[in-house]
């Protein structure tokens, strides 16, 4: 699927301020470099459907076997070993053997001491993927099932299958120094290999998690050659009490024409329509009870247009730059979902309903995309109504004793609310004015 950083943080996938990311709300990595990759996952969709379906049974796999996953390693252990590898140490002794190894324990105090801190933190990393291994090694998953077999095969090597049986405590000099020099210089590019697997593991450990904890359900792809989107019980995760919405686009119904006064839920909607189908084409399980879906060539959103004062351009020259570019991208006859919030915000009225009429009427004969398009310029679906493809839909507001009263239902039809004036007086505005 193709993806631009402007969709990206359309969506929320990432943020300025990261605790409001969907990132955030996803990450449950252990370390670091798990963390990094994913990141990565989360910019990177999947480019065809085999891919989806393998990651998809990588992280089914890693739900089923969560509870039994091992806690011992840490990201402090994954640092220990790095830093082992980039620390200065002097030579250990030659010959092996007790006294030599009690000598360079007294005047090599320091380095024995970095020696053995790091010898004690390898065994917990070997037996902690020792663990792991039995347990990806049953998965279907090709993915996983690459890293097992070479996984397994670097925990066969050497002195590691002894420092997988080996009790920490047990643990005396000469054995130290004889662990730590395999260490070093026997295992080094086998070890970095080994931490690799795992920031990959604990990636898709942090998906399968978030799956579990936000009750995710597993999306099924269609083999079609048009675009095709259907959801019940759809909702944004990010929210403390979602609403949840049934949705469907499908050929000859392929427009989602929404209307609905400011606040009434118009921008979640839309994002969270486009944030199903953005973590569906990543491998993941969906905010959804069930969702069915085309594989999408690409997703592109108009939400969050700003001007470029640097370069001198307006929020409305944006708008139609952006406008521009969607339409340049999806003439492609590939499949596209197209997310447009409040199209031409940045001028005026008449020229608002002009602009977005002449807008509508072009994307609408394109068969290849899905589109969901907010406005708060109800008087457009008057000259949209001749069109079968286009669905007319809004988000209820009620005025009870001057306090909006919002359903965030979807509801068939067009909204012709207009609720900012009584906004602007029920937050305090009018009254401030007129104390003026």
């Given at each position: ?75 402090g252990t994954i640092m220990v070993l790095q830093k082992f590898y980039e620390s200065p140490i002097d030579a250990y002794p030659s010959i092996q053997g007790n006294f030599p ?248 009225q008449q020229d608002a309903v002009k602009c977005s009429t002449t807008v509508i009427e072009g994307l609408r004969k394109l068969n290849n995309g899905l589109f969901i398009l ?63």
């Open positions: 699927m193709q993806v631009d950083k402007t969709t990206l943080y359309d969506l929320g996938v990432f943020h300025i301020e990261e605790e409001q990311s969907v990132f955030h709300y996803l990450n449950f990595t252990n370390t670091n470099d798990g963390r990094d990759y994913l990141k990565y996952l989360l910019a990177h969709p999947l480019t065809t459907h085999k891919e989806i379906k393998d990651t998809q049974q990588t992280i089914q796999h890693l739900q089923s076997v969560a509870h039994e996953w091992p806690t011992t390693l840490t990201n190894a009690y000598m360079y324990k007294i005047f090599k105090g320091e380095d024995y001491a970095l020696s053995e801190f790091s010898v004690k933190h390898s065994i917990d990393f070997f037996k902690a993927l020792s663990a792991i291994q039995s347990l990806i090694s049953n998965s279907n998953s090709a993915l996983l099932g690459v890293i097992s077999t070479r996984m397994e095969m670097l925990l066969r090597k050497g002195l590691v299958p002894n420092m997988i049986q080996q009790n920490k405590e047990t643990l005396y000099p000469a054995l130290v120094l004889e662990y730590a020099q395999y260490i070093r210089k026997g295992y080094k590019g086998f070890a970095f290999d080994l931490i690799d697997m795992y920031s990959q593991l604990d990636a898709y450990m942090s998906l399968a998690i978030a799956g579990n904890k936000y009750q995710f359900q597993f999306p099924h792809f269609l083999e079609s050659e048009e675009p095709y989107f259907s959801a019940k019980k759809l909702f944004h995760f990010q929210l403390p009490t979602p609403v949840s919405y049934s949705v469907e686009l499908i050929p000859g119904a392929n427009f989602l024409f929404l209307t609905g006064a400011n606040m009434a839920g118009k921008s979640t909607f839309i994002k969270a329509c486009g944030l199903a189908v953005y973590l569906a084409h990543i491998g993941m399980a969906v905010p959804a009870e069930t969702m069915q879906l085309s594989f999408f060539d690409g997703l592109l959103s108009n939400i969050q247009v700003t001007d470029n004062i640097s370069k001198g351009e307006s929020f409305f020259f944006n708008e139609v730059q952006r406008i521009k570019n969607t339409v340049e991208r999806i003439s492609d006859q590939k499949k596209w979902l197209i997310l447009i919030d409040e199209l031409f915000k940045g001028t005026n907010s406005t708060h310029l109800y008087e457009i679906a008057d000259s949209l109504h001749q069109y079968p493809n286009i669905l007319f839909r809004y988000f209820e507001t009620a005025v009870d004793n001057d306090q909006l009263v919002f359903s965030y239902q979807l509801k068939e039809g067009v909204s012709n609310d207009r609720l900012g004036y009584l906004i602007l007086k029920q937050q305090g505005v009018v009254d401030i004015l007129e104390k003026l």
